[in-house]
């Protein structure tokens, strides 16, 4: 599909992450979907968890290897209900921005293996895009054959779908500017590296520190190590700062722009 492009909206940025009940940002919600309109081909917007999908998950369990199976099942009408909650909000500020677009959530047709991906049918979400429909997907909790259900995060389906289908551009929304040396919420003079090759990528890995606020998923170290695998020379993998106005429209236009690019 030509210039299919994902764009992942990191939670943090599109809820109030330390705010509890979940409460959604409106004001960036409506401001990424006007830069969305940048955009002019086929699309697919992957939504975090942020405090809708974080919160809940953390008060079930999910993240220690020793919560029951009974506690996780236990977890899913609210983590689905907040996650439902967020991407609806998403879905409105993109119709209501002239991007026609629809949901598709993961619980529905994803199953997992401790923790794994085992099948996550795609016909669906191409079937959507041939019709012009932007595709919203959300990090969600989806049923487990060994653990009852795990945790599916926005970046295991960003880079999941970037090997099912054809995507050309992933471009990852972050509170942050990109991939530092050292954690800048630790370090605020940490130095932003913004091309990752194979020559720095071990030393990238090394420095990335885990997030601050609750991430029941991995915080950045995983995030970076699954972005290397799809990051090639047919897929185009930028991680920028989602909070800058501007950063968004100029990735989608082929400006240049602050963030980390991923060259193999
Ligand atoms: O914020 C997590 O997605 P992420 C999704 O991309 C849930 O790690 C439901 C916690």
């Known amino acids: 599909m030509k210039s299919l492009t994902l764009v992942k909206l990191g939670g943090s940025v599109i ?3 330390k705010l509890s009940p979940p409460t959604v940002n409106e004001m960036a919600i409506n401001r990424i979907a006007k830069e969305l309109r940048a955009h002019k081909g086929p699309l697919i917007v992957v939504l975090g968890g942020g405090a809708h999908g974080h919160q809940a998950a953390h008060a079930y369990g999910f993240g220690d290897s020793s919560t029951s199976p009974e506690k996780l099942l236990a977890g899913i009408p609210l983590i689905r209900h907040n996650m439902t909650l967020l991407s609806l909000e998403v879905e409105q500020a993109l119709n209501v921005n002239g991007i026609p677009s629809v949901v598709i959530s993961p619980f529905s ?22 019709a012009h429909c932007a595709v919203i997907i959300h990090g969600d909790v989806c049923l487990d054959d060994v653990q009852g259900a795990s945790i599916l995060s926005g970046d295991t389906i960003s880079v999941y779908l970037a090997k099912a289908l054809d995507i050309q551009r992933i471009f990852i929304g972050t509170d942050v500017d990109g991939i530092f040396e050292e954690d800048p919420r630790v370090n605020p003079n940490a130095t932003l590296i913004s091309v990752i090759d194979s020559s720095n990528k071990d030393s990238v890995l090394a420095g990335t520190g885990a997030s601050t606020a609750i991430d029941v998923t991995g ?24 909070t800058a106005p501007g950063r968004l429209t100029a990735l989608l236009k082929g400006k240049s722009t602050t963030c980390t690019r991923m060259n193999f």
């Open 15 to 17: 809820t109030q992450k």
């Open 109 to 130: 047709s994803v199953s997992m293996h401790h923790g794994v991906i085992s099948s996550f049918p795609t016909d669906i979400i191409k079937g959507a895009l041939e």
């Open 219 to 242: 915080g950045m170290v995983q995030k970076t190590q699954e972005l290397f695998e799809i990051a090639n020379q047919t897929t185009h993998v930028a991680i920028f700062n989602l």
